[in-house]
T-cell receptor, first 111, second 115 residues
Framework: GNSVTQMEGPVTLSEEAFLTINCTYT??????LFWYVQYPGEGLQLLLK?????DKGSNKGFEATYRKETTSFHLEKGSVQVSDSAVYFC??????????FGSGTKLNVKP | EAGVTQFPSHSVIEKGQTVTLRCDPI?????LYWYRRVMGKEIKFLLH????????ESGMPNNRFLAERTGGTYSTLKVQPAELEDSGVYFC?????????????FGQGTRLTVV
């Protein structure tokens, strides 16, 4: 079956620190992989995505590379800002629009 | 263009009462999905509409939950009677016609608290 596992939070970093949030998956077929972000008081927003192996998704300084050999899609950012404080969800879909999400990782960035 | 909107944003009800959540998808999106996040756990799929038809309702927890999408536009999710374990955040999402790995656009969610 399909599932997503991501590191538990909360993750607390100082501004300008390097961020990694780990995400691994199991899936049938050839899934697309996503990172969604939920800022306080808002809905889920697509942060980035990758649709096939070795693709790199990037947006707002965040990056994640689709690694089929390790079934991973780790989220990274070289220098986080206070405004990046949010809950981050790793997700996959293998068709039919049905998403499988991880449990979410809360990121707190301190000035 | 308006995004996916959900009503209400918060609802607090007593055990045994009925609650109806509403979702207005992005105009022109045939696919509409309901998801739920319970107590900081993963966001779980509930069901999927294509226009007014239920494509997949495998995630619906039990028969206390009823989803409708009359006319293929907005959707409602009714919980009757509500139980304590139904508390959580209910998300609605929509996407364009077609099904292959399409990006879904999510609403802000309805936080349901059953006391």
């Amino acid at each position: 079956g399909n599932s997503v596992t991501q590191m538990e939070g909360p993750v607390t970093l100082s501004e300008e620190a390097f961020l990694t949030i780990n995400c691994t998956y199991t899936a049938t077929g050839y899934p697309s992989l996503f990172w969604y972000v939920q800022y306080p008081g808002e809905g889920l927003q697509l942060l980035l995505k990758a649709t096939k192996a070795d693709d790199k998704g990037s947006n707002k300084g965040f990056e994640a590379t689709y690694r089929k050999e390790t079934t991973s899609f780790h989220l990274e950012k070289g220098s986080v800002q206070v405004s990046d404080s949010a809950v981050y969800f790793c997700a996959l879909t293998s068709g039919a629009g049905k998403f499988y999400f991880g449990s979410g990782t809360k990121l707190n960035v301190k000035p | 263009e308006a995004g996916v909107t959900q009503f209400p944003s918060h609802s607090v009800i007593e055990k045994g009462q009925t609650v109806t959540l509403r979702c207005d998808p992005i105009s022109g999106h045939d696919n509409l999905y309901w998801y739920r996040r319970v107590m900081g756990k993963e966001i779980k799929f509930l069901l999927h509409f294509v226009k007014e038809s239920k494509q997949d309702e495998s995630g619906m927890p039990n028969n206390r939950f009823l989803a409708e999408r009359t006319g293929g536009t907005y959707s409602t999710l009714k919980v009757q009677p509500a139980e304590l374990e139904d508390s959580g955040v209910y998300f609605c999402a929509s996407s364009q016609q077609g099904w292959m790995n399409t990006e879904a656009f999510f609403g802000q969610g309805t936080r349901l608290t059953v006391v």
